[in-house]
């Protein structure tokens, strides 16, 4: 058992270096991109790949995933948060379109094309995903039911 206790702790600190080393290494023009939109952000980790940096971090209670260049220019983020923070005209519809169903957790997901929804909706019966376009244009994407 201590074997394996130390060999966690050993790759754990492998992994967290390796983190570390990945923040060293992060560009001034990402960082400083990252910072003037993000500044109030908290909990940041960089991952850096071949062309491009990973960024995740929270920010007012929602969990943020970012995608930068080497240059600095941001190419995506997805944002996972609650009802209270979808643009209204979409957060309206769905409670009209599906009275009997909660907001379990919305996906954002904003990329050079433009930002789209995936909102979970929660019943005694299941969940239902919905996809929704800035002007509250939406489609259903998948269900899954509760296994009974």
């Not at 560009?27 to 003037?36: G, I, P, T, W």
């Not at 209204?88 to 919305?106: E, F, Q, R, T």
């Not at 239902?128 to 244009?137: E, H, P, V």
């Amino acid at each position: 058992m201590k074997k394996k206790l130390l060999m966690f702790t050993l790759l754990a600190g492998i992994f967290s270096a390796s983190v570390l080393n990945a923040n060293a290494e992060i560009s001034q023009k990402a960082l400083q991109s990252f910072h003037s939109v993000f500044g109030d952000a908290n909990h940041v980790k960089w991952v850096e790949y071949k062309d491009n940096y990973f960024v995740s971090f929270m920010q007012n209670d929602i969990l943020v995933k970012a995608t930068y260049d080497k240059e600095g220019n941001l190419l995506s983020s997805m944002r996972y948060y609650k009802q209270q923070h979808l643009p209204l005209n979409i957060l309206c519809k769905v409670k009209k379109d599906y009275p009997s169903k909660n907001i379990d957790i919305v996906t954002e997901v904003s990329n050079l094309e433009g930002t789209v929804f995936f909102i979970q909706l929660k019943d005694n019966k299941g969940w239902t995903i919905l996809k929704s376009d800035q002007s509250g244009n939406m489609e259903v994407t998948d269900k899954f039911n509760k296994p009974e």
